[in-house]
């Protein structure tokens, strides 16, 4: 039986014709794969595969997906997120960049285990670079925590960004904070209620490997494959029920707020509350990023 699988443009230019011909023809698929995306059983000759290939510094790593979970593409990611998604992924080939095009898929048998939940991290917020729409003075931190929030009777995953200090436009030398501002500028929605979902912000995604998040992508201002905008230490651990709300949407929404907006919140009632504060003074903005999963 042919294999139902969906190689993009954009990974057989990576992989070259050969391999990309070599998974086609099933010499070098898996016969069976955990979805890269929703961590569920797939098979590519029952149901349609994606193809999905992550280029680190040294190494890329082709993954398989359901295609309802995710389309064939290449994402851009750091050699420490791809090393360690791949110490827990089944079903994926690594190779040296340097010869991606020459690379040959070395099946691994190995299962994620899935981790107690960990719904809050700090990062680093980016310095001004072209990977970045801000600098922040003095280092400051970016809070992501992770929860579900009712709209509308329906539960979505969400993510609340919070600075540790105030973050200035780029080439300020006053003390204001631009936190908001910068981030309505790139796409994200003033709110001063949560009744519904916001829009699509495109070009934006969230990145999710092995059910764990590892980074928030932004466009490349450069051009060519999203940059992140945030990205963990290691990898953020989600609840099972957030997991679940975020492959059935597709998408997970973001909310950021400025320094001393939400805080640390222990409970997904008390962020929900921290929000609600924070919307009905202004002091947040909102946007539905579509999942981009490893």
């Known amino acids: ?3 139902m699988l969906d190689v993009s443009n954009e990974v057989r230019a990576e992989i070259g014709d050969e391999e990309a011909d070599r998974l086609l023809a099933g010499d070098s698929a898996p016969g069976g794969y955990d979805c890269t995306s929703c ?3 797939g098979d590519p000759e029952q149901e349609r595969t994606s193809t999905v290939l992550f280029v680190g510094d040294e190494t890329a790593v082709l993954a398989f997906a359901h295609s309802t979970c ?4 290449v994402v851009q990611v750091t050699e420490e997120q791809l090393q360690s998604a791949a ?9 040296s960049t340097a010869h ?3 690379a040959q898929a070395a099946q691994h048998a190995q299962h994620a285990q899935t981790a107690p939940a960990a719904p809050y991290q700090e990062a680093p917020a980016p ?3 072209s990977e970045a729409p801000y ?3 003095e280092q400051a931190v970016l809070g992501v925590t992770s929860g579900l929030v009712l709209l509308a009777g329906e539960l979505h995953p969400a993510l609340v960004v919070e600075p540790t200090a105030p973050v200035a436009r780029p080439g300020s030398l006053g003390a204001g904070d631009d936190f908001l501002p910068l981030l309505i500028e790139q796409g994200f929605m003033p709110v001063t209620e949560l009744s519904t979902a916001p829009a699509v912000l495109h070009g934006w995604s969230v990145l999710l490997a092995v059910g764990q998040l590892h980074a928030v992508l932004q466009p490349n201002p450069n051009g060519g494959q999203p940059v992140a905008w945030w990205q963990a230490h290691q990898p953020l651990q989600v609840t099972e029920g957030w997991r679940a709300a975020a492959n059935k949407h597709q998408q997970v929404l973001l909310f950021a707020a400025p320094v001393g907006s939400i805080g640390r919140q222990p ?3 008390l962020l929900r509350d921290a929000l609600d504060r924070a919307a009905a003074n202004g002091r947040l903005v909102t946007a539905a990023l579509p999942l981009a999963g490893l």
Not at 70 to 73: M, Y
Not at 87 to 95: D, H
């Open 1 to 3: 039986m042919p294999r």
């Open 39 to 41: 961590r569920t059983p």
């Open 70 to 73: 995710l389309p064939s593409q």
């Open 87 to 95: 110490r827990s992924i089944s079903g994926y080939a690594t190779a």
């Open 100 to 102: 991606a095009q020459h």
């Open 127 to 129: 310095h001004h670079h």
């Open 135 to 137: 600098v922040v003075p």
């Open 267 to 269: 409970r997904e009632d």
